[in-house]
Nanobody, 124 residues
Framework: QLQLVESGGGLVQPGGSLRLSCAGS???????????IGWFRQAPGKEREGISC????????NYSSSVKGRFTISRDDGKNRVYLQIDDLRPEDTAVYYC??????????????WGQGTQVTVSS
């Protein structure tokens, strides 16, 4: 049973930007206020990669070296959403992007709740 829903993916030219959104799925009881949230991506033929995480109250963020400086994670607890702003997109960023919920204050790596993913394609 999916608990999260991602949106905001699409086709974008190199150098462009997108903002991905992660929210609780309709009917789910998942309140993102009580979870650290991570973003992951999986490109065709490659393993899933953890790219960013934000802790429960938004005070701590971390990024993989492949996206640091171009991606920004944030959360809006009033809207029960977590965002991933992705700038300066490159063809190698093409992947399905997933958000996942970690029932910890910090980003522990234990993520039992996932969304279905949103496709990001970077191409001219």
């Amino acid at each position: 049973q999916l608990q999260l829903v991602e949106s905001g993916g699409g086709l974008v030219q190199p150098g462009g930007s997108l903002r991905l959104s992660c929210a609780g799925s309709p009917g789910a009881t998942l309140d993102l206020h009580f979870y650290a949230i991570g973003w992951f991506r999986q490109a065709p033929g490659k393993e899933r990669e953890g790219i960013s995480c934000i802790n429960m109250n938004g005070s701590i963020t971390n990024y993989s070296s492949s996206v640091k400086g171009r991606f920004t994670i944030s959360r809006d607890d009033g809207k029960n959403r977590v965002y991933l702003q992705i700038d300066d997109l490159r063809p190698e960023d093409t992947a399905v992007y997933y958000c996942a919920a970690d029932p910890s204050y910090y980003c522990s790596g234990y993520v039992p709740y996932w969304g279905q993913g949103t496709q990001v394609t970077v191409s001219s």
